[in-house]
Nanobody, 126 residues
């Protein structure tokens, strides 16, 4: 069983950048596919980006393609989300998620994930 803790959120001006981290403890991280989701004010939680067990497969929501980059370092037990060209619509609580899998797939649905962090707030000012 894996425990997840996000960090790196904060307040940034439009056009700026942030890098989120998701530190994992427990379990062998390379046996988990992982992802980032976000929940904006008054909105439902939505998919942002996903990465397969060893990082060979990536998937992004259309709204963040070309601006956000997901990556992972299994040796450091950490997943990252580099966010560039931020805009106020990116304001949300960002959550990392993990699911145990044998396969090198990415998963974009919340229901596919068993383990969640508590979230980190990202606020983008205009």
């Amino acid at each position: 069983q894996v425990q997840l803790v996000e960090s790196g959120g904060g307040l940034v001006q439009a056009g700026g950048s942030l890098r989120l981290s998701c530190a994992a403890s427990g379990g062998t991280l390379s046996t988990y596919a992982m992802a980032w989701f976000r929940q904006g004010p008054g909105k439902e939680r939505e998919f942002v980006a996903a990465i397969s067990r060893y990082g060979g497969n990536l998937d992004y929501a259309d709204s963040v393609k070309g601006r956000f980059t997901i990556s992972r370092d299994n040796a450091k037990r950490t997943m990252y989300l580099q966010m560039n060209s931020l805009n106020p619509e990116d304001t949300a609580v960002y959550f990392c998620a993990a699911r145990y899998t044998y396969y090198a797939y990415t998963y974009a649905s919340m229901k596919d994930y068993s383990y969640w962090g508590q979230g980190t707030q990202v606020t983008v000012s205009s």
